[in-house]
């Protein structure tokens, strides 16, 4: 697996983290898809920034395990495969178990209501914005889902467990991106599950959570596998974000 690399930059609020978040994203939301040659300079003009900051971002992607780099290829973005999703996901619940176990342990009346708290937000949110296509991403739900799986984790009492746990959502939300997850029934089940799995923590029934964990990866990822292995990949999602249409017209007029 690839160094962890921080999610909060040293210098924070530098160009190099701003366009490492941004490129972070479009990686993830498949705008940028498997493969992707990422030519410096026209990153540079997508992205508004200078050479030294988008290097500084590419190399922490690598970092990352989001891009790949060589001297003779430059940078790309990492292929997708059955192999790597089924090594991933094993990964991701070896790692996410022992994290939720530690928190079930440790975890005090205030992480409690946060688990509680995070669910609520998630619940409330549809997948898909009224009127949109099933494919368009909807922030406020993305971000959510992100805080209620973290949440979960965050009394395992290991900062490196939690950034590692953190590296594989991305790498995992990558796929269910590529594959398009964002149907009425897949909006249902992961619904369900989520309740059940922020239940089971909250009543602090280990054992229960855990096999509701791998339950809830398992199924997510086989659901993935069978999306892209019966389809072409597809066109790259619009996003419900203000900053998502800008960033689309100055790639528009910068031709890539």
């Known amino acids: 697996m690839p160094a962890m690399a921080s999610r909060v930059p040293a210098t924070a609020g530098t160009l190099s983290s701003k366009v490492y978040e941004r490129l972070r994203l479009d990686i993830i939301h498949a705008v940028l898809p498997p493969g992707q040659k990422l030519h410096i300079a026209q990153l540079c003009t997508r992205y508004a920034v200078g050479?030294?900051?988008?290097?500084?971002?590419?190399?922490?992607?690598?970092?990352?395990?989001?891009?790949?780099?060589?001297?003779?290829?430059?940078?790309?973005?990492?292929?997708?495969?059955?192999?790597?999703?089924?090594?991933?996901?094993?990964?991701?619940?070896?790692?996410?178990?022992?994290?939720?176990?530690?928190?079930?342990?440790?975890?005090?009346?205030?992480?409690?209501?946060?688990?509680?708290?995070?669910?609520?937000?998630?619940?409330?949110?549809?997948?898909?914005?009224?009127?949109?296509?099933?494919?368009?991403?909807?922030?406020?739900?993305?971000?959510?889902?992100?805080?209620?799986?973290?949440?979960?984790?965050?009394?395992?009492?290991?900062?490196?467990?939690?950034?590692?746990?953190?590296?594989?959502?991305?790498?995992?939300?990558?796929?269910?991106?590529?594959?398009?997850?964002?149907?009425?029934?897949?909006?249902?089940?992961?619904?369900?599950?989520?309740?059940?799995?922020?239940?089971a923590t909250v009543e602090r029934k280990t054992e229960d959570a855990v096999l509701l964990l791998h339950k809830h990866l398992a199924v997510t990822a086989e659901l993935v596998r069978g999306s892209l292995a019966g389809a072409p990949p597809p066109a790259a999602p619009r996003r419900r974000e203000r900053r998502a249409d800008s960033t689309q017209r100055a790639a528009r007029r910068s031709g890539g």
Request: charge should be negative; include cysteine.
């Open 51 to 199: 050479l030294s900051p988008m290097r500084e971002a590419l190399n922490r992607l690598a970092r990352d395990g989001l891009v790949t780099h060589s001297e003779q290829r430059g940078f790309h973005v990492t292929p997708v495969s059955e192999v790597h999703l089924d090594e991933l996901t094993k990964t991701r619940g070896w790692l996410n178990e022992l994290a939720l176990r530690q928190s079930i342990a440790n975890g005090d009346r205030a992480w409690e209501e946060q688990v509680v708290l995070a669910y609520h937000r998630l619940s409330r949110l549809p997948r898909a914005e009224p009127g949109t296509a099933a494919s368009d991403i909807n922030a406020p739900w993305e971000e959510a889902h992100r805080d209620f799986h973290k949440s979960l984790l965050m009394a395992c009492g290991s900062s490196w467990l939690l950034g590692y746990c953190e590296q594989l959502f991305d790498a995992a939300d990558r796929y269910r991106h590529l594959s398009r997850l964002s149907n009425v029934r897949e909006a249902v089940r992961a619904r369900d599950e989520h309740k059940a799995l922020m239940e």
